[in-house]
């Protein structure tokens, strides 16, 4: 007769899979944007572009998926940290992987770690990183989506699959004097670029932003937008437009406060954190938390 099994084995679970490594580990595709990383590098501000003169695999590492050289008079040591085909890129991979671009020699100049997505704690910990204190100056790149499609991707190097993100200049302030006092207020002062040339994070304005999205009560989850802003937004478009089509049922100086860099008043929510995502002319979006004093 077949031998019995235990209830208790019956009735056990299979073991649970170790989901960190379907997130984080090689994928099938990092071969293919190995190849158009080399092929079209990664596209910054103003025409600007970080060109390779060769990109290879990595080996011996796990959260560092590239080995790089920059194509200029001093060719630089890049490596690349790639996020994952379906899910942000996570803080703790942004940790070991810099825990990984330590032990290499030489060291490399740059650590880039490109992705569909960004979670906010991870993009938070890559923008605050100070060079001096890491070793090495992070980067992030916004990968294009057309790179999950092969029938989308086309063969040449003037494509724009990968695009260097900028740090957003964000000023938090409590406002002490008037109505609004005890409030806060946020101000958008523009992008913080890396400069291919100089390679140096340089400031910029609020010139090119489209559209940002303020979070008065971050839960350090998902962004809950309570008031959007369009700074691009000409006369013939977005509130201008809306103002013309409902006339006095609208606030006028709302509605142009609305098209600014600075957020109306407001009183924190009980998670004590803000967050802002600014989205550039590019649609490449960034986003920003800040803790509420």
Request: hydrophobic share 40%; glycine share 8%.
């Amino acid at each position: 007769a077949p031998a019995v099994k235990p209830l208790a084995e019956v009735d056990a679970p299979p073991p649970a899979g170790d989901a960190s490594v379907a997130r984080s580990g090689p994928t099938l595709r990092q071969a293919e944007w190995r190849d158009e990383l080399l092929k079209a590098g990664i596209r910054g501000k103003g025409g600007q572009l970080i060109a390779f003169s060769r990109v290879e695999p990595l080996g011996g590492t796990r959260y560092l998926h590239a080995d790089a050289e920059t194509r200029e008079e001093r060719p630089r040591r890049v490596v690349v940290s790639f996020g994952p085909d379906f899910a942000p890129l996570e803080q703790r991979q942004v940790e070991l992987a810099w825990e990984e671009a330590l032990t290499l020699a030489p060291r490399p100049a740059l650590l880039v770690f490109a992705a569909f997505q960004f979670d906010p704690e991870a993009a938070k910990d890559i923008d605050e990183m100070d060079p001096a204190r890491a070793g090495i100056t992070f980067l992030k790149a916004q990968m294009n989506t057309d790179l999950l499609t092969e029938d989308l991707k086309k063969k040449r190097s003037s494509n724009q699959s990968f695009w260097l993100i900028g740090q957003p200049d964000i000023e938090l302030r409590r406002l002490d004097s008037g109505d609004q006092a005890g409030q806060y207020q946020v101000e958008v002062l523009g992008f913080d670029y890396y400069d291919t040339r100089s390679g140096a994070i340089e400031s910029g304005d609020a010139a090119r932003i489209a559209v940002w999205l303020l979070d008065t009560d971050y839960d350090g989850r998902s962004l809950y937008p309570r008031q959007v802003f369009f700074p691009l937004a000409g006369e013939s478009s977005g509130w201008s437009r809306l103002a013309r089509n409902l006339k006095a049922e609208i606030d006028e100086e709302r509605i142009e406060a609305y098209r600014g860099a600075v957020s109306l008043p407001f009183t924190p929510g009980p998670h004590r954190r803000v967050a802002v995502k600014v989205v550039d002319d590019r649609g490449i979006e960034s986003l920003k938390v800040l803790a509420v004093g």
